[in-house]
């Protein structure tokens, strides 16, 4: 990335920072700690992932066909590349690189998020199925969330499924917002009542 391209995406990354940042440095909700998989396989965990539904930051709103790719290098931190399009299937390609750094080593569930330097945002693996095709993120403050799959679809019911796992969890998921994805012949079209999940 040349220096012109780094000036320009600049403010995006500290906003970005800032935001997880702000949020996370706030009072602790009554229910506090919030719970994670006891031991996540990092190997297993690697790879894409696509976002199903989210409680966005600010970057976050209105976003088409994101996805998450996660890669351990050999320092043991996580080289991340986070990309959407901006408003549409045909929106502008937005591409983030954060790093992730392992902040509890016996679970593997607790990372930080490392947008812009020195700032490492909480990030914790809530959930992950036992075949590693789904996976929900969260953060002890409970602002922001994703559902995420190896598919860019996944059942009603399986979502379902998450979304009622995130509210057990202290979520407000009136919040959430559902990512639409769209790759070749397969498109997401969920009908989604979030009453029904309680």
């Not at 790879?47 to 050999?74: F, S």
């Amino acid at each position: 990335m040349n220096t012109l391209q780094l000036t320009k995406r600049r403010p995006l990354l500290v906003a970005l920072s800032m935001t997880l940042v702000s949020a996370g440095c706030a009072t602790l909700p009554e229910q506090g700690e919030i719970r994670t998989e006891n031991n996540v396989d990092l190997e297993r965990f690697m790879g894409d992932w696509y976002v199903i539904a989210t409680i966005p930051t600010a970057v976050e709103k209105n976003i088409y066909n994101a996805r998450e790719t996660y890669r351990l290098d050999d320092d043991g931190t996580i080289a991340t590349t986070f990309s959407f399009r901006k408003g549409s299937f045909d929106g502008k390609q937005k591409t983030y690189n954060p790093r992730g750094f392992i902040r509890d080593k016996s679970s593997n569930a607790e990372w930080g998020m490392q947008f812009l330097w020195p700032i490492k945002a909480d990030y914790r693996i809530v959930y992950v199925d036992d075949d590693y095709s789904q996976t929900i993120i969260g953060r002890n403050k409970r602002d922001y969330a994703w559902i995420m799959a190896r598919t860019p679809t996944i059942s009603n019911e399986e979502l379902f499924e998450r979304i009622s796992l995130l509210r057990e969890q202290g979520y407000d998921i009136d919040k959430l917002q559902l990512v639409p994805q769209r790759w070749g012949e397969t498109e997401s079209n969920y009908s989604l009542n979030l009453e029904g999940t309680g």
